[in-house]
């Protein structure tokens, strides 16, 4: 296990527990505190979700979360969601080792497409990197990790609201009892405690976190800088962008890129 590098946010915990007699993984958070997190940042970026996006965007950190949990710890998710109604395309990523959550949505400049497409890559410390892509349809969030569980992990998966920011999620493991999965709803989940032998299998914590900093925009604008330095400037000394991850914002000069562009040219080959 690892701990959280930033101490001064513990971030939320996570619970898994296997139903015993169902063979099922329950994963289970409340996420009141990793949503506050993220609402700061982002009024720190200048930059508030609003209606549809807000929604999407909560439901997809809520999922990546718990779906993270129940992963081994080496592993790394990244998911990026293009859905055609509405229009937007909605990024989350969960990181294992460093117990750390992110997210951002697009709302303009989204093409449009036949159909929506989740996209899921998987890092593993111990694998070749993975990707799949899945076809689905829907505004839910929630109903498109589930299928994306039914097509690409081969195993059903369910979301379940306990409460607004208390979610909870299934997941099938081998020879789970399906038509018991199925039967679930919300009133069943309240009960799940009573109704279901529940083994906690162990306890993580996740904080809404991106690490991005001046160095990583300077690496993400140096190919551009080479071959595009007035387009990408326009006439200008600072250029002022957004974190791709999480909507951070970066002030970078013209100086400290080409200023960037020759420190990699002086490393060695």
């Not at 497409?117 to 349809?137: G, K, N, T």
């Not at 970066?250 to 420190?263: F, Q």
Request: hydrophobic share 40%.
């Amino acid at each position: 296990m690892s701990d959280p590098e930033n101490s001064a946010d513990p971030g939320i915990e996570v619970r898994t527990y296997f139903a015993r007699g169902r063979n099922a993984l329950v994963a289970r958070a409340e996420f009141s505190e990793l949503y506050t997190a993220f609402y700061l940042h982002r009024m720190d970026c200048g930059n508030r979700l609003e209606g549809s996006s807000d929604q999407l965007l909560r439901d997809a950190l809520a999922a990546v979360t718990l779906h993270s949990a129940s992963r081994p710890w080496k592993e790394t998710v990244a998911w990026t969601v293009n859905f055609q109604t509405p229009l937007a395309n909605v990024f989350v990523s969960g990181n294992n080792r460093l117990g750390t959550v992110v997210g951002n949505v697009f709302t303009e400049n989204v093409k449009t497409a036949p159909h929506s497409l989740f996209y899921a890559d998987i890092v593993s410390e111990s694998l070749p990197p993975r990707r799949s892509v899945v076809e689905f349809s829907g505004q839910d969030f929630l109903r498109a990790v589930e299928t994306f569980y039914l097509q690409s992990e081969q195993r059903p998966a369910r979301f379940f609201r306990y409460d607004d920011e208390d979610l909870v999620m299934v997941t099938a493991q081998p020879d789970a009892d399906l038509e018991w999965m199925r039967s679930l709803d919300e009133d069943a989940i309240r009960r799940l405690d009573r109704d279901v032998e529940l083994g906690l299998l162990e306890k993580r914590r996740y904080r809404f976190e991106c690490g991005c900093n001046q160095n990583q925009m300077l690496a993400m604008l140096a190919p551009v800088m080479r071959k595009h330095p007035d387009d990408l400037f326009q006439g200008e000394e600072i250029i002022r962008i957004h974190c791709p991850r999480c909507g951070a914002r970066h002030t970078i000069t013209r100086e400290s890129l080409e200023a960037h562009l020759v420190r990699l040219e002086q490393m060695p080959k």
